[in-house]
Each structure stands twice: as structure tokens, then as C-alpha cells.
Nanobody, 115 residues
Framework: VQLVESGGGLVQPGGSLRLSCGAS????????MSWYRQAPGKGRELVAS????????NYVDSVKGRFTISRDNAKNTVYLQMNSLKSEDTAVYYC?????????WGQGTQVTVSS
């Protein structure tokens, strides 16, 4: 199983970024996917999740209305569209897959929100 995130970078407050996570090594369309983040000095936090077919999404309260998780099962890719970014969104963002019995993580992509 491999998860590869991309799309992070430096953005000004109020800006937008779209993160992507390409998956391989398992039947992507069978499993829910999640995005987590870890800010400096803090624990890893669940940001958003999406069911296998994309019909149900969930978000942590702090990103509701600003972030959108989506997936393209034909491309084995999950996305996180982040709008109206704030300094407190600065973190390493990780893609996560739970394949029964095992949790897989990507390597993470840095998002820095700063003027």
C-alpha cells in the first residue's frame, strides 16, 4: 500500500490550496479515506473523512465551511480543497487509509499559512 500526498506549500491568509493523495496497492474504491494534520508541538488531528463512494463526508468543526474533501475512484485519488486558509491551519497534512486491521499513512505534505 502506498499513499502519496502533494499540493502543499506556502500561502497567504485567506488563500486556497488543493491537496491530493494518490493511492495504490489496495482496492481504493472499497474504503473510506481521511485527511489528518499535525501542527508543530501538537498531536495528529482528524480533519476530514469521506466514505468509499463519496456519499458521506465529515469535518472537524474548525474547518467546516472552508475545506472540502472529495475523491475520484477512477483515479485512486482523494482531495482536500482548502479555502479561506488561516494561520492556525499551518500543519503537515497526512492522508490515511484504514484497510481492515491496518492503518496506512502517507508521508505528509507541509501547509504553511503566513503573510
Amino acid at each position: 500500500v502506498q499513499l502519496v500526498e502533494s499540493g502543499g506549500g506556502l500561502v497567504q491568509p485567506g488563500g486556497s490550496l488543493r491537496l491530493s493523495c494518490g493511492a495504490s496497492g489496495f482496492t481504493f474504491s472499497n474504503y473510506a479515506m481521511s485527511w489528518y494534520r499535525q501542527a508543530p508541538g501538537k498531536g495528529r488531528e482528524l480533519v476530514a473523512s469521506i466514505t468509499n463512494a463519496g456519499g458521506t463526508t465529515n469535518y472537524v468543526d474548525s474547518v467546516k465551511g472552508r475545506f472540502t474533501i472529495s475523491r475520484d475512484n477512477a483515479k485512486n485519488t482523494v482531495y482536500l480543497q482548502m479555502n479561506s486558509l488561516k494561520s492556525e491551519d499551518t500543519a503537515v497534512y497526512y492522508c490515511r487509509a484504514y484497510v481492515p486491521g491496518v492503518v496506512y499513512w502517507g508521508q505528509g505534505t507541509q501547509v504553511t499559512v503566513s503573510s
